[in-house]
């Protein structure tokens, strides 16, 4: 189920550095190292299947924007917020 804007709002406040626009949630991470930025990656993947719930990934030097969205709901749902609290607990 789709949350309802306040709602999205009030669960990124203790989710430093996220940012809630056009229907996604969305932050980007910054890495010293390139190969980081790829572990990373790799770590949020094998999470995302976990969760059965996959992010979008832009990939640039040591920068990586992660967002997430319900495609099928047309959305932020609970399992994005889920995601995105697993998302800051991986480490790099």
Request: proline fraction near 1%; hydrophobic fraction near 40%.
């Amino acid at each position: 189920m789709i949350l309802k804007i306040d709602n999205v709002k009030e669960f990124l406040i203790s989710l430093e550095g996220w940012v809630f626009e056009h229907n996604i949630i969305y932050k980007e991470y910054t890495f010293k190292y390139y190969m980081e930025s790829i572990q990373f990656i790799q770590s949020l993947a094998q999470e995302a299947e976990k969760h059965n719930h996959h992010p979008d990934m832009v990939v640039g030097w040591c920068k990586i924007k992660v967002s997430f969205t319900s495609h099928d709901e047309g959305g932020v749902t609970e399992k994005c917020i889920a995601m995105a609290r697993a998302t800051e607990k991986i480490k790099f």
